[in-house]
């Protein structure tokens, strides 16, 4: 059950715009930022980082950062940010064998090397303490270059703010995420936990 509900969108107009990012990613404007517009400029402060992140002119496939996302948030045990994840990843063209194989991706035929290591990275990243060592690094700049490093970094950075956010909150899951990680993990035991009705 949700610690604090979600308000209406239009509780504050002026946060419209960035509500509108959401609606171009996801289809609909998430109950974390809903929640969080208690404090508009928090609000605000989480969309424009989020549409950095996430530019769709960076170097990093689009579905893969929020796969990116996804180890981070499974690592992080935000049951809510992993469904978000999963429906980014499906939204922008990753299929449905490697949203299944994603918990699996270091033996998964779905995943290229280059991948693993990406995937391996965000884990080490997200890891408390962190466990990102100077030859995993050195082996990463190998197969990812600077640019991109930074933008694979830039999303566990900002997942690491929305699990800590959405698993406090203990935020209400909708039902198109809640629908994509069942569909995808649910078989490998993924639920809603308290993020469910």
């Given at each position: ?166 698993d406090t909150m203990a935020t209400p899951l909708e039902a198109v995420p809640n629908e994509v ?17």
């Open positions: 059950m949700a610690r604090l509900q979600p308000l209406p969108p239009e509780t504050t107009p002026e946060l419209k715009p960035h509500f509108d990012f959401f609606l171009g990613t996801l289809g609909f404007t998430p109950n974390s930022v809903l929640t969080m517009q208690r404090k508009p400029k928090l609000a605000q402060a989480l969309a424009v980082m989020n549409a950095a992140v996430m530019d769709p002119e960076g170097e990093v496939e689009l579905g893969f950062r929020r796969l990116i996302g996804h180890v981070v948030s499974k690592a992080s045990g935000c049951l809510y940010c992993q469904a978000h994840t999963l429906l980014g990843a499906k939204n922008f063209g990753v299929s449905e064998a490697k949203l299944g194989d994603i918990w699996i991706y270091a033996s998964s035929p779905h995943y290229s090397e280059r991948e693993r290591l990406a995937l391996d990275f965000a884990l080490a990243a997200a890891s408390q303490p962190n466990a990102v060592t100077d030859e995993q690094f050195a082996e990463l700049q190998q197969h990812w270059s600077d640019g991109e490093i930074v933008e694979l970094l830039g999303v566990v950075a900002m997942f690491a703010f929305l699990n800590r956010w959405n990680a069942s569909t995808a993990l649910g078989a490998q035991g993924w639920a809603p936990g308290k993020h469910g009705a």
